[in-house]
């Protein structure tokens, strides 16, 4: 996929849970409801413009009209050096990313199958455990971001969520979005005193099989860092792709606080 094709799949995972207005030179993402949700929160540049700060004036204009802190996603930064620097200026933090791009070879590795381990769909009745485990997850922005996220996303129809049990006890969940012809992998959590049993790969695995099943042309994922990158490739996932990009912010943490 290339750039725009990336773009064009994580849009349509953004706008599930937050509005978007596209401008003449990129576009602004917002929930009023979560103005502390970075993701739901940003204006997103993929192309150089003529007038960096009249761009900069429209964007800190429209949140700060909402109470929300202006930040930038900026993609092709060779040919965003004029707007990075007008931003620098506007004292914007600033920072660059990289986000690997990963799709699934549809090959299943051979995962011994764990007779302690049960993995089901996410219902009105285990909402509140696949919850918990979601909101105790500090890099998903722990429960202030994540329990309204999590409703909001139990209740579109491009998401499937997934709760794995070990030995009846509630503790890792994922999800899949699905567009067109297209699924991404996300929200994969462990709650800390059950990791490193390789409950995550039985989990992905199961997630595998069942886009198998649907016929999905590809399925992505989109890891925060290197490490968890990694993670991915012991289950089939290949980096397509290192997405470079920038992130400027005026006010509150940078992702990669975030992040760590």
């Known amino acids: 996929m290339m750039l725009q094709d990336i773009i064009k799949l994580n849009f349509a995972y953004l706008e599930s849970?937050?509005?978007?207005?596209?401008?003449?030179?990129?576009?602004?993402?917002?929930?009023?409801?979560?103005?502390?949700?970075?993701d739901a929160n940003h204006a997103h540049i993929s192309e150089a413009s003529a007038n960096s700060q009249l761009i900069i004036d429209e964007v800190v204009r429209y949140y700060e009209t909402k109470k929300i802190i202006p930040r930038f996603y900026l993609y092709d930064l060779e040919n965003q050096r004029d707007l990075i620097s007008t931003l620098t200026l506007n004292n914007f933090g600033y920072e660059e990313l990289i986000s690997p791009v990963q799709l699934w070879d549809k090959k299943?590795?051979?995962?011994?199958?764990?007779?302690?381990?049960?993995?089901?769909?996410?219902?009105?009745?285990?909402y509140i455990e696949a919850l918990n485990i979601e909101c105790s997850i500090k890099e998903f922005g722990g429960k202030a971001v994540r329990e309204k996220a999590f409703e909001q996303e139990f209740d579109h129809p491009s998401f499937v969520h997934y709760l794995l049990r070990y030995n009846g006890i509630a503790c890792a969940t994922a999800c899949i979005f699905f567009q067109d012809n297209q699924a991404r992998l996300e929200s994969v959590a462990t709650l800390e005193e059950f990791r490193g049993r390789g409950l995550i790969g039985e989990l992905i695995q199961y997630i595998q099989m069942e886009v198998a099943k649907k016929g999905?042309?590809?399925?992505?994922?989109f890891p925060i860092n290197e490490k968890i990158e990694k993670v991915y490739q012991k289950y089939g996932f290949h980096t397509v792709?290192?997405?470079?990009?920038?992130?400027?912010?005026?006010?509150?943490r940078s992702i990669k606080e975030i992040q760590s």
Request: one cysteine or more.
């Open 216 to 221: 999905i042309e590809n399925l992505w994922v």
């Open 241 to 252: 792709v290192k997405l470079k990009m920038g992130h400027a912010f005026l006010g509150g």
């Open 17 to 38: 849970f937050t509005k978007r207005t596209d401008t003449a030179w990129g576009s602004l993402f917002c929930n009023e409801s979560q103005p502390t949700y970075y």
């Open 108 to 126: 299943m590795l051979k995962i011994e199958k764990n007779e302690r381990v049960v993995i089901e769909l996410v219902t009105k009745n285990n």
